[in-house]
């Protein structure tokens, strides 16, 4: 054998060890531990951590709202906010790690075995990892059942989110949106923009008229001073 051939056979082995630890993660997180399985001490550090991590995030995006409206305003406001999303991300990223860690042992965190919050808790984390292309989020969306794990509202959500930000493609409730200069809401693209409130109503979302509004308003109070 000659050098080629052994470098490309150990590139091979390495590759296919890869593909190994992969798979065995995966199964790990498509079989989670069933209730009965765990203690109430590993239950109660779940949720904790989760909590504490949730209240983290949500403090953060609030002060990030306010420095985004301030973003063109001046030097100073620009120079904030590029060093307000630098902490954010790194945040985002911790945040990410220590989810990854509970679902790669326990699966996707359900209502049934840590409680509505921790679920709650951990759909909220998911939703901000954008740091990734959406690796993490396609990951916990493949592990979501709606109806049976988490909420069809909360699936829903992700999905959209997922379509709009990492896949460029039309979305199917109209959850996501942007906020425009003059305080309005901008839906981004929807597809079949007639069946919307048919789909919506379909899975426990209020039409999508009443939504608007409700969008509408938080992001005039994202603008005012």
Same mark, same amino acid.
């Given at each position: 054998?000659?050098?080629? +051939?052994?470098?490309?056979?150990?590139?091979?082995?390495?590759?296919?060890?890869?593909?190994? /630890? *992969?798979?065995?993660?995966?199964?790990?997180?498509?079989?989670?531990?069933?209730?009965?399985?765990?203690?109430? @001490?590993?239950? =109660?550090?779940?949720?904790?951590? =989760?909590?504490?991590?949730?209240?983290? +995030?949500?403090?953060?995006?609030?002060?990030?709202?306010?420095?985004?409206?301030?973003?063109?305003?001046?030097?100073?406001?620009?120079?904030?906010?590029?060093?307000?999303?630098?902490?954010?991300?790194?945040?985002?990223? @911790?945040?990410?790690?220590? =989810?990854?860690?509970? /679902?790669?042992?326990?699966?996707?965190?359900?209502?049934?075995?840590?409680?509505?919050?921790?679920?709650? +808790?951990?759909?909220?984390?998911?939703?901000?990892?954008?740091? #990734?292309?959406?690796?993490?989020?396609?990951?916990?969306? *493949?592990?979501?059942?709606?109806?049976?794990?988490?909420?069809?509202?909360?699936?829903?959500?992700?999905?959209?989110?997922?379509?709009?930000?990492? #896949?460029?493609?039309?979305?199917?409730?109209?959850?996501?949106?942007?906020?425009? @200069? #003059?305080?309005?809401?901008?839906?981004?693209?929807?597809?079949?923009?007639?069946?919307?409130?048919?789909?919506?109503?379909?899975?426990?979302?209020?039409?999508?008229?009443?939504?608007?509004?409700?969008? #509408?308003?938080?992001?005039? @109070?994202?603008?005012?001073?």
């Amino acid at each position: 054998m000659n050098q080629y +051939d052994f470098r490309m056979r150990n590139i091979l082995v390495f590759i296919s060890a890869l593909l190994i /630890v *992969s798979a065995c993660n995966t199964e790990k997180m498509n079989s989670p531990i069933k209730a009965e399985s765990l203690t109430e @001490s590993e239950i =109660l550090n779940i949720q904790n951590s =989760l909590r504490s991590l949730a209240l983290a +995030d949500t403090q953060t995006r609030k002060e990030f709202s306010k420095v985004l409206s301030k973003r063109n305003k001046s030097d100073e406001g620009r120079e904030k906010f590029r060093t307000f999303y630098v902490k954010m991300r790194k945040q985002d990223i @911790s945040h990410h790690q220590k =989810l990854n860690s509970f /679902v790669e042992q326990y699966g996707w965190i359900d209502p049934k075995r840590f409680g509505n919050q921790a679920s709650q +808790d951990a759909w909220l984390i998911t939703q901000h990892m954008v740091h #990734d292309e959406g690796k993490f989020q396609k990951r916990m969306l *493949s592990l979501m059942k709606p109806g049976e794990n988490i909420s069809a509202t909360k699936y829903a959500l992700l999905s959209d989110r997922i379509k709009i930000i990492f #896949d460029k493609k039309p979305q199917k409730y109209g959850t996501q949106g942007k906020c425009q @200069s #003059d305080g309005d809401w901008q839906v981004e693209p929807v597809e079949n923009f007639e069946l919307i409130d048919q789909r919506r109503l379909a899975i426990g979302f209020e039409r999508f008229v009443e939504y608007e509004a409700r969008m #509408d308003f938080k992001c005039a @109070s994202r603008f005012e001073d």
